[in-house]
């Protein structure tokens, strides 16, 4: 069975860091492009950063870009988001995705998430 | 980066009826396009690849279709379980991108 699990989240300040980590486990980890998405609350979904395979390839969104890292151990099947320099916008549900077998090709498998609060 | 739009942002539906949302890209995204549903304090669903093929398990009332720029996802007969916000979301460009979400609600 497919699963990923999130940890990390918590409450932190304005300028603070954060590190998200996602454990996967039932599948092939080192096959599959990993995603980053998040949620505010109330609102909509938005995409914050993806991963190749072998983490040769990552990808921001220009909201994060500078401030955020993603990156991957296939060995010990795990994601992770280093988050720097946090803003009030980036309190959110952070969720670990999933994306295609080889390529980018939609996501079929989430964590439950973890909530970030950026708070003082 | 490519904006998706969805229409309309809510959708008011009795059980039965069928419905219909849509999505269009800023530029042509051939048919790199998925379809979620998500329902309160939940993760999102993938129900859709590839604008129109129906990920496994999914039931059969949910369809998609389009290419190019304009999208639709429907819902041929709606079931109780299908209250929900469903979002379409890009993977023509690697930056990724969501539409705003269509919430479906009880009329």
């Known amino acids: 069975e497919v699963q990923l699990v999130e940890s990390g989240g918590g409450l932190v300040q304005p300028g603070g860091s954060l590190r998200l980590s996602c454990a996967a486990s039932g599948f092939t980890f080192g096959s599959y492009w990993m995603s980053w998405v998040r949620q505010a609350p109330g609102k909509g979904l938005e995409w914050v950063a993806n991963?190749?395979?072998?983490?040769?390839?990552?990808h921001y969104a220009d909201s994060v870009k500078g401030r955020f890292t993603i990156s991957r151990d296939n060995a010990k099947k795990s994601l992770w988001l280093q988050m720097d320099s946090l803003r009030g916008e980036d309190t959110a549900m952070y969720y670990c995705a999933r994306d295609g077998f080889a390529v980018v090709a939609g996501m079929d498998y989430w964590g439950q998430g973890t909530l970030v609060t950026v708070s003082s | 980066d490519i904006q998706m739009t969805q229409s309309p942002s809510t959708l008011s539906a009795s059980v039965g009826d069928r419905v219909t949302i849509t999505c269009r890209a800023s530029?042509?995204?051939?048919?790199?396009l998925a379809w979620y549903q998500q329902k309160p304090g939940k993760a999102p669903k993938f129900l859709i690849y590839?604008?129109?093929s129906l990920e496994s398990g999914v039931p059969s009332r949910f369809s998609g279709s389009g290419s190019g720029t304009e999208f639709t996802l429907t819902i041929s007969s709606l079931q109780p379980d299908d209250f929900a916000t469903y979002y379409c979301?890009?993977?023509?460009?690697?930056?990724?991108?969501f539409g705003g979400g269509t919430k479906v609600e009880i009329k």
């Open positions: 979301q890009q993977y023509h460009d690697y930056a990724l991108t």
């Open positions: 590839k604008a129109s």
């Open positions: 991963i190749k395979l072998d983490g040769s390839e990552k």
């Open positions: 530029q042509s995204i051939r048919s790199w």
